[in-house]
């Protein structure tokens, strides 16, 4: 999550509302570990995940929803209704709250350059030469995260690890999915992907593509596979095809 607190009064209001409202660590906590969670979350369990009574937590929650981090309804826990109260549940919302002082607006500068790379009908250079320079920082970052690594070479399962702690410092929300999948449950561009998806999800996947060749590790490829909630990229740790002599 980022935050920014603009200058004015209303439109500071809302951010540090917000940013105080994690200042408690108990809520800070729970947030997280609803987050995490990827559903729906009850009191009961956010209050067994920090160690907390129901009525406790009860509290920290529905200060979190004032706050504008969550919301809340009623809704059966894994949809199987049971006699008495439907329980309430919570979720992240969408908001994406930042805070700068003073107040810093670089989401203009990426608006106006995604505007000129979209609008380049000459000749298309403009969108190639993007591509090149996301692969290019990707791969600047890769190669770093492998030189810390120290390993000559890595391996899938040590890639799918250096990948997951390099990329959870940039917003990205990695988690393992499966031994061989790495899934990024956070989109950091998501305002400018919903704006020109094709572009932006092009430019994360030419990112990525640069970072994984930067950590000079071939069992391990970006693949573009959208969902919803989620950044459009995944990594996959792949087994190369036998070539005829091997077969």
Do not use: W
């Not at 369990?45 to 907390?52: D, L």
């Amino acid at each position: 999550m980022s935050a920014r607190i603009e200058n004015t009064d209303a439109n500071a209001a809302p951010a540090i509302t917000a940013v105080a409202a994690l200042a408690d660590d108990l809520r800070r906590r729970m947030y997280g570990f609803i987050r995490d969670a990827r559903r729906p979350v009850s009191r009961d369990e956010a209050a067994a995940a920090v160690g907390i009574s129901r009525r406790l937590a009860a509290f920290h929650l529905d200060k979190l929803v004032d706050a504008g981090l969550l919301r809340a309804r009623y809704e059966a826990i894994g949809g199987i209704r049971k006699v008495g109260r439907t329980p309430k549940v919570y979720e992240p919302t969408d908001e994406d709250i930042r805070v700068s002082i003073p107040a810093r607006h670089p989401e203009l500068l990426a608006d106006i350059l995604l505007d000129t790379v979209l609008t380049d009908n000459e000749d298309g250079h403009a969108r190639e030469r993007a591509m090149q320079v996301a692969a290019r920082r990707g791969t600047e970052l890769g190669t770093a995260a492998h030189d810390r690594s120290r390993p000559e070479r890595l391996d899938a399962e040590r890639t799918l690890t250096v990948a997951e702690q390099t990329l959870a410092a940039r917003g990205f929300e990695p988690v393992r999915a499966t031994p061989t999948c790495l899934r990024l449950r956070n989109c950091p561009f998501h305002p400018l992907a919903r704006k020109a998806p094709e572009l932006v999800c092009g430019l994360n996947h030419a990112f990525l593509t640069g970072f994984l060749t930067g950590l000079d590790t071939p069992q391990v490829q970006a693949v573009l596979a959208p969902r919803p909630g989620h950044c459009c990229v995944e990594l996959r740790a792949h087994t190369p095809t036998p070539t005829g002599d091997e077969m």
